[in-house]
């Protein structure tokens, strides 16, 4: 009897595994940014082809959905092709197809999943689902060569906020989270407030640059004993504070208000972050997602690290935002482990971490 394309692709699956050099096609398009990429063995990167809708978004002061699925459309097919002729393969050399199935806008990630599948049942090869927060963390893997589980993570990206044990490669506890928003909303909603614009993360990133900001938002910490946060006390305090000063025909020192938001935004992560890697006795805190090029919250980790015996690592800051060598990474992990994705599999704006 002729084999079903699934018991094909758990067969081809199963050779890739004794495979030495194994070349994974990665498509990512969660959000703003459509990206493929060709990652080898899991940490070298081909080519990491991005393309930003960065300013098609801005004049809408934040990612219209609708917006980003069309030039998602538009831009994934010359993309992928860019991206292969850079790693200077064809689709015959390519032994996988990798996606990032979840968390995301739906109809963003429907393209690339899309496009994926296409690929995956075009060619014969093997689909490979992946957690685009996970992906976030495998960013790592490819700018630290000797990085292995276990260790902590700390995420800190547009859509979520968490202090992740990663205890192997596809295997993570969460010890806390935000109980509300995420801290890249956070920047973003600040950013809008004192009239920076989108997206609000670089831009606060540059004014509070050098500054030290002294004005106090949240005297109090709700979750003190836990390793979850809260920003939305945090950014309501910040838009109290404006409208105040604006109420009162007050001149706003913006310089300062973005430093002293950012203080209490990366203190309220990063000294957790030092507490979980003691309590776990794990010497190496990571860090991940768009947050992480955040240049105080990359220092002052840094300098608590130092303080106490932790080393402090972080992907360079193209790899921070999204793109599609992480996805490549991390399916790389995952084709060792788990059996590959049907053709069924669709698109999760959300998907659990653990
Ligand atoms: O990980 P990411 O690219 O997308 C999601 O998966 O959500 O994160 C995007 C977030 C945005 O909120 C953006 O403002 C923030 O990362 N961001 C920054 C910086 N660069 C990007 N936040 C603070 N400082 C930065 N330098
Ligand atoms: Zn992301």
Redesign the pocket.
């Known amino acids: 009897m002729e084999k079903s394309f699934d018991e094909e692709m758990n067969e081809k699956i199963g050779n890739l595994r004794n495979q030495k050099s194994v070349k994974i096609l990665a498509i990512e398009s969660?959000?703003d940014?459509t990206s493929v990429a060709v990652v080898e063995n899991g940490r070298k990167v081909l080519s990491n082809v991005i393309s930003s809708q960065i300013e098609i978004h801005t004049r809408f002061g934040g990612v219209v959905p609708e917006i980003a699925s069309r030039n998602h459309i538009l831009a994934i097919n010359p993309i992928l092709e860019e991206a292969l002729k850079k790693a200077k393969c064809t689709l015959d050399d390519i032994d996988a197809i990798a996606v990032t199935q979840g968390?995301?806008l739906v109809g963003a990630l429907l393209v690339g999943v899309t496009s994926a599948k296409a690929l995956s049942y075009a060619t014969q090869k093997p689909l490979i689902a992946v957690n685009?927060?996970k992906g976030?963390i495998a960013a790592n893997f490819i700018a630290h060569e000797n990085l292995k589980p276990p260790f902590i993570c700390l995420i800190?990206?547009?859509?979520?906020t968490a202090i992740v044990k990663v205890v192997d490669y596809n295997s993570f506890k969460m010890l806390g989270t935000t109980q509300d928003d995420?801290?890249?909303?956070a920047?973003?909603k600040v950013?809008r407030i004192v009239g920076l614009g989108?997206?609000?993360?670089?831009?606060?990133?540059?004014m509070a640059k050098g500054k030290k900001g002294t004005i106090e938002f949240v005297k109090h910490d709700a979750f003190e004993n836990s390793f979850d946060v809260s920003y939305s006390g945090l950014k309501t305090a910040v838009i109290n504070y404006v409208h105040q000063k604006q109420q009162n025909g007050e001149e706003l020192d913006i310089p300062n208000i973005c430093a002293s938001f950012?203080r209490e935004a990366v203190e309220m992560l990063t000294k957790k972050a030092i507490k979980a890697a003691l309590q776990e006795n794990l010497k190496t805190i990571v860090l991940?997602?768009?947050?992480?090029?955040?240049?105080?919250?990359r220092e002052s980790l840094s300098q608590l690290g130092k303080d106490n015996g932790i080393e402090i690592l972080f992907p360079p800051?193209e790899l921070?935002?999204?793109n599609a060598a992480m996805i490549g990474s991390l399916a790389y992990y995952n084709l060792l482990s788990e059996e590959p994705a049907k053709l069924n599999m669709t698109a999760k704006p959300s998907i659990p971490l653990e």
């Open positions: 969660s959000c940014e968390a995301g685009h927060i976030h800190t990206s547009g859509g979520h995420a801290i890249g909303e920047f973003d950013a989108y997206p609000g993360g670089p831009k606060i990133d540059k950012e991940a997602g768009g947050v992480a090029a955040n240049s105080y919250l800051i921070c935002g999204d």
